[in-house]
């Protein structure tokens, strides 16, 4: 028999927040042995009645933590759902730049570049410069990364004291893609009078003087900067890649170190009698893998890269859809047309883009050069432009490294094998053959000294640098050097669009002219990416067809806004891929129920049995209305040749009338030949049919040119 005292502790059990809690999970049963009762089998339901308070704060947290758990899993669920593929911003928290009063001269080098050799001209400027000065700064700048916004560029610019431009102009006398955005600025800049008077500056140019705008790029920015009040000190350089522009750029570089001496040296300045500097020979650090290491693979491509832009860095891989041969059998050259597909990647492009097409070096290619390296092909390695502690390796000249892969991998991929190699190059063979006498003799053809030799023996002959290298066998670079400082990066190759994005939005069309020609050494040149593209195997006749990393270059070749006004339209040959696409656009125009204005193509070809591209698709152009007439001249028929500047004497008055109605004209094809036969055929027919004397002429053609209605793309 229990004790009263036991009985009055039955009636009013404490239980421990603990128990109770264990209590409810375990669905409502106390362990008695953790109860201060001797009790069993007590329920959940009279403890709480005794535990009121602490059940009421016990059931408010637990509703607060199911909230809190329930919006999470409403959050994460909701944020997994697909959402529309959107340009990527990344967010870049850009630090000020805190200018430290050192005392020390800064001396900023720019450059604008398509294939990297203005940066490598302004490293080597800053490299040597470094060498000589030891007391400035030196700076190698991207001029696109120089400014997020218009209004920086002018901040910035008044703040610097000494600099130095390398800009190469491509295409139509048109800044490279890096330098585009700082040109339409520095061009267009509202700022009055002369407020860079505190600048010193200095231009080279990279240019090529077969084309009409040799050099516009470095001569306009020369001539603003001038009158802007910045003072020049050296001419500006001026080039020529149609000879040798290392030696242009020597000599431009020579001029400088003077002018440098007076603004860089103090008078008692102990290194004024400067000591000949002789630049080192770049190598990167390479890391060798066996072949168990090699298993991680080579870089494989996606449809997308990961990025949403696609540019030349961020390729595209892109299939061949369609390839079909446009000349007849008769015919004994080749003509090929390709249609990429980008359905699905997201790449997009506009009439009258251009698009850049990366191929590979053709297999004998390189097969030869992996003979002349006497490398084995599975040899799997790296690069890197530091040391294994992280410190820079040497030079500030470096190209890009590439992914790690095989030797035979990164001489398809990645080396530019046909090209002539530059002096730097053949300095860099000689550092490394084992045999004097052609240690000497490529030392003597990258001096001053042999420059004519250079000139007439590698540049006028168009000996590619495996010929070169078959000529010093000896000659045995290691990778580092090979990748470094010999072989240029391969770049890729441009093409105008031939399509329209109303006609064709998930193709990109291409008409290619196959390259292939013997050059004065009797060795056989073949096209890279026209020969790929004649032995591509498109989707229509394989699954396993070829394929490409493409991008999509925009352009200004563009049809008029309004579609009522007149446009000409002069494209020979290849020349013709923008107006098939702006015939489609017209086309396209026409059917959705615009009013187009009048029109006029001149085609040229040379035999209508064997090279007339696209005849049935123009002819349909034709009785479509989406073009007016269709002019075309055949060079091999006649007893004369026949061009489309001939055709377009006789069209003169059309054309005249056309232009004095507002008309646009566009010209596409050889920048060399025909492109300056078509603009001295226009001139003519301005001064004839405007009754204008020469001056005059010359100046509506150039205001045709001005105000954007003359347009060429030309290479």
Not at 150 to 167: A, G, M, P, R, T
Not at 468 to 485: D, R, Y
Not at 671 to 692: C, F, N, P, Y
Request: aromatic residues 10%; proline residues 5%; contains cysteine.
């Amino acid at each position: 028999m229990q004790s009263s005292s036991s009985s009055s502790e039955s009636g009013t059990m404490k239980v421990s927040p603990f128990d109770l809690m264990s209590a409810i999970i375990r669905g409502g049963k106390v362990d008695p042995s953790n109860v201060s009762s001797s009790g069993s089998g007590v329920e959940v339901a009279s403890i709480v009645l005794d535990n009121k308070e602490f059940v009421m704060i016990l059931t408010t947290s637990i509703a607060v933590l199911i909230g809190c758990v329930v919006v999470f899993i409403l959050r994460r669920s909701s944020s997994s759902k697909p959402k529309k593929l959107e340009p990527l911003k990344p967010l870049v928290v850009k630090e000020p730049e805190v200018e430290v009063d050192d005392g020390k001269q800064k001396v900023t080098i720019f450059f604008g570049t398509q294939t990297g050799t203005a940066e490598g001209f302004a490293k080597a400027l800053a490299d040597e410069a470094r060498a000589r000065y030891d007391k400035a700064i030196f700076k190698v700048v991207d001029i696109d990364d120089y400014a997020d916004e218009e209004d920086e560029y002018e901040e910035k610019l008044k703040k610097e004291n000494i600099v130095f431009f390398f800009l190469a102009t491509y295409g139509d006398g048109e800044p490279t893609d890096n330098a585009a955005r700082f040109y339409k600025w520095f061009t267009e800049q509202k700022e009055g009078g002369e407020w860079l008077q505190k600048l010193k500056y200095g231009v080279f140019g990279l240019g090529n003087r077969q084309y009409e705008h040799f050099n516009k790029i470095a001569k306009v920015v020369d001539e603003i900067l001038a009158t802007q009040g910045a003072k020049r000190l050296v001419p500006v350089g001026l080039g020529d890649d149609d000879q040798c522009i290392e030696d242009d750029f020597s000599a431009w570089r020579e001029l400088v170190w003077p002018e440098l001496d007076n603004l860089l040296r103090d008078d008692d300045d102990p290194t004024t009698v400067s000591t000949p500097y002789t630049a080192a020979i770049s190598e990167y650090r390479v890391v060798f893998y066996d072949n168990a290491d090699a298993s991680m693979g080579e870089k494989s491509w996606g449809n997308a890269n990961g990025h949403a832009v696609y540019d030349a860095q961020h390729p595209c891989r892109s299939n061949v859809a369609v390839r079909k041969e446009l000349h007849t059998p008769s015919s004994d050259r080749s003509c090929t047309h390709l249609e990429f597909d980008i359905a699905g990647t997201g790449l997009t492009y506009e009439t009258g883009d251009h698009v850049g097409v990366y191929c590979e070096n053709l297999s004998e290619t390189v097969e030869e050069a992996l003979s002349l390296l006497g490398l084995s092909p599975d040899t799997y390695f790296s690069l890197h432009a530091d040391k294994e502690d992280g410190t820079p390796v040497g030079k500030s000249t470096l190209p890009p490294t590439f992914p790690p892969c095989s030797l035979r991998t990164a001489l398809t991929k990645y080396a530019d094998l046909s090209s002539s190699p530059k002096k730097s190059a053949l300095l860099a063979l000689a550092a490394h053959a084992s045999d004097p006498t052609e240690a000497d003799r490529l030392r003597h053809l990258a001096s001053p000294a042999g420059k004519d030799e250079y000139a007439q023996w590698i540049v006028a002959s168009q000996r590619s640098l495996l010929e070169v290298m078959s000529e010093f066998p000896s000659a045995k670079p290691p990778l580092g050097v090979f990748f470094a400082a010999i072989v240029p990066r391969l770049q890729p190759r441009y093409y105008s669009i031939s399509s329209s994005p109303r006609v064709a939005p998930s193709r990109i069309h291409v008409t290619c002219a196959l390259v292939y020609e013997k050059t004065p050494t009797g060795r056989v040149h073949k096209g890279l990416c026209s020969t790929w593209m004649k032995n591509s195997l498109p989707m229509e006749k394989s699954n396993d067809c070829s394929w490409a990393p493409i991008f999509v270059r925009q352009s200004n070749f563009k049809l008029p806004a309004d579609a009522k006004v007149p446009i000409i339209m002069i494209g020979p040959g290849t020349g013709l891929a923008p107006f098939r696409g702006f015939l489609q656009e017209r086309f396209a125009l026409k059917e959705a129920g615009a009013e187009l204005g009048p029109s006029l193509l001149f085609f040229g070809c040379r035999n209508r049995k064997m090279d007339y591209i696209y005849e049935d698709e123009l002819n349909n152009f034709v009785q479509s209305g989406a073009l007016s007439q269709l002019i075309v001249a055949f060079s091999r028929e006649g007893p004369t040749k026949e061009y489309v500047q001939h055709k377009m004497m006789e069209k003169s008055s059309d054309i005249w009338n056309m232009l004095s109605e507002g008309a646009y004209l566009y010209v596409c094809g050889d920048a060399k030949g025909m492109a300056r036969d078509v603009h001295r055929t226009l001139h003519t027919i301005v001064q004839e049919q405007g009754s204008l004397d020469s001056s005059k002429a010359e100046s509506m053609v150039k205001n045709l040119q001005m105000t954007g209605r003359y347009l060429r793309d030309v290479w």
